[in-house]
């Protein structure tokens, strides 16, 4: 992939990892720390009480998950067994999120914010399984996402700081739950016309 069309935290994350090559380091080791940190995030946001913490923890989480990719690239360390761990760990993360900030919020939302959650979490369950099987059938290439300046759709997460500081958890669970759904149907879209060009 040229560095001109690489996302900005992917290119930040190839300059922090280059140093680990050749250090003992795999990429697996940062798949594992990315999958802890945004465990403990979501798990914080489920607790409620410290959800500006947890949101850093998660854009922490959401950089870590570019450190593994780019130190197997920059190492020549990738695998098929690394690849698929690192889509298992953004799929846990990602979908826990959802879960966990819809718990958080139900003493404030109500039970309401367990189906938000829920919703959102089983929308972008459904997306991750859909991107795997186009890339599984189709290639990489495939499941490029839409990127505006070096930003990609996944890159909203590293505002979650800024939306926990403005008291927006809600609105974010509320979006979510209704943004989730559509881009789950868009990928269904893209899925069934790849299959109707086979």
């Not at 798990?43 to 410290?50: C, I, K």
């Not at 490029?144 to 500081?165: F, N």
Request: with cysteine; glycine share 12%.
């Amino acid at each position: 992939m040229a560095q001109s069309y690489k996302p900005w935290d992917a290119r930040l994350a190839a300059i922090v990892v280059a140093p680990l090559r050749g250090s003992g380091v795999t990429p697996n080791h940062l798949t594992t720390l990315r999958l802890i940190v945004g465990v403990i995030g979501a798990a914080l946001f489920a607790q409620g009480g410290a959800d500006d913490i947890a949101a850093l923890i998660i854009v922490v989480s959401n950089f870590l998950d570019h450190t593994d990719g780019e130190l197997a690239r920059l190492s020549g360390q990738a695998s098929k067994f690394g690849h698929n761990y690192d889509l298992a760990a953004d799929g846990l993360v990602t979908v826990g999120l959802f879960f966990c900030i819809g718990i958080g919020l139900a003493t404030s939302l109500g039970s309401g914010a367990l189906w938000l959650g829920a919703l959102a979490g089983i929308s972008v369950a459904g997306i991750f399984q859909l991107r795997n099987n186009v890339e599984r059938q189709y290639g990489k290439a495939a499941t490029a996402q839409p990127k505006l300046g070096g930003v990609e759709a996944e890159d909203i997460l590293y505002g979650l700081p800024l939306v926990t500081l403005a008291n927006g958890l809600e609105w974010f669970l509320i979006a979510a739950a209704i943004g989730a759904p559509i881009a789950l149907a868009a990928s269904a879209a893209q899925y069934i016309a790849l299959e109707k060009r086979v």
